[in-house]
């Protein structure tokens, strides 16, 4: 049984940054592909960013430039670094690798 453990949410000023840290109990990293998600209120859950087993990187259009997402497998972690916060990335973030899902984060922008 896989678990991920998510820590590093938080409340920000407008322009800040946060980095997400999404632990694994197993050595999955290197096997699955990576993603992170949100999901504000009201709104559907979204795909932010994913990285392939390749290391293939994807962003959603609101984020390019903004956030970065990267794995240390050493460490059976994944990091979401978000600079230049906005208001309207305040969500719940979630961490999904293959079949599993975090617990989820909050992280929220205002000033």
């Known amino acids: 049984q896989v678990q991920l453990v998510e820590s590093g949410g938080g409340l920000v000023q407008p322009g800040g940054s946060l980095r997400l840290s999404c632990a694994a109990s197993?050595?999955?990293?290197?096997?699955?592909?990576l993603g992170w998600y949100r999901q504000a209120p009201g709104k559907q859950r979204e795909l932010v960013a994913a990285r392939t087993s390749r290391g293939i990187t994807n962003y959603a259009d609101s984020v390019k430039g903004r956030f970065t997402i990267s794995r240390d497998n050493a460490k059976n972690t994944v990091y979401l670094q978000m600079n230049s916060l906005k208001p309207e990335d305040t969500a719940v973030y979630y961490c999904n690798v293959g079949l599993w899902w975090g617990q989820g984060t909050q992280v929220t922008v205002s000033s």
């Open positions: 197993g050595s999955i990293f290197s096997i699955y592909p």
